[in-house]
């Protein structure tokens, strides 16, 4: 259903990724694990068109994802990218409702959607974006990409400074919007924990490239692997 093909890719001439395939079926959560530093940041940008392609391409059910990161929003691909990255001076009901809208949605079925699927948010509704906590940023930005209506869900580090039980509440939102809605889910992590949680198989990156493919239970099981690649 999404593709990622021999992507190679980085910043200038710095080359970051180089000959990167992975694959994600559809209704699918896969985990693309690794150290700091690896690439996982730079291949979620490469997905979104925001670097550019060296070589390589993207694809989504079976044709090439179009050039631009909004045509790539249209095409049924969200994005929450590392930071978050609200808009801060908009409430969490705008926040939600501009990302509908601008995929030709309605704002107002985006924002009744979230409201009920994210609790969390409803007595925010109102409040700035800004000044909410890390973990209701990250909620916010996850409610925001589901607003698009994507076919696949690409999510960069969405544990980076959440608390436990907002990360234990998140797992729970990703299986179940994968089991109701049928949305494919990437996503980038150093938890190894939260991926386990989630995902039913794991591609591990190291320098840049992919170092192996593996089920959960194998990564589960290996402590020699956790320890080489993961440094867990």
């Known amino acids: 259903m999404f593709r990622i093909v021999n992507a190679t890719g980085g910043y200038g001439k710095t080359v970051i990724i180089r000959d990167v395939s992975i694959a994600v079926d559809k209704a699918e959560i896969v985990a693309l694990l690794g150290r700091n530093g690896v690439g996982k940041s730079t291949l979620m940008r490469f997905a979104m068109a ?5 070589s390589g391409h993207v694809e989504i059910e079976g044709h090439n994802a179009p050039e631009s990161p909004a045509r790539r929003a249209k095409a049924g691909i969200g994005y929450v990218p590392q930071g978050r990255y609200v808009f801060p001076r908009m409430t969490v009901t705008e926040n939600i409702a501009v990302a509908a809208e601008t995929n030709g949605h309605s704002g107002r ?10 609790p969390m948010l409803r007595p925010k509704a109102d409040d700035l974006a800004g000044g909410l906590s890390g973990g209701q940023q990250q909620v916010l930005a996850l409610a925001r990409a589901l607003a698009t209506r994507p076919k696949i869900l690409l999510l960069d580090e969405p544990t980076e400074g959440v608390q436990p039980s907002i990360i234990d509440e998140m ?4 299986k179940r919007i994968n089991r109701e809605r049928g949305v494919a889910i990437l996503v980038a992590e150093q938890d190894l924990d939260f991926c386990l949680s989630i995902a039913t198989r ?7 490239s992919v ?3 593996t089920d959960r239970d194998s990564l589960r099981t ?5 320890q080489e690649l993961l440094g867990v």
């Open 50 to 54: 925001l670097i550019p392609a060296f």
């Open 109 to 118: 079925v985006a924002v009744e959607t979230a409201l009920r699927e994210f």
């Open 171 to 174: 797992a729970g939102i990703l």
């Open 202 to 208: 794991a591609y591990v990156m190291e320098k840049g």
């Open 211 to 213: 170092r192996l493919e």
């Open 222 to 226: 290996d402590r020699k692997l956790q």
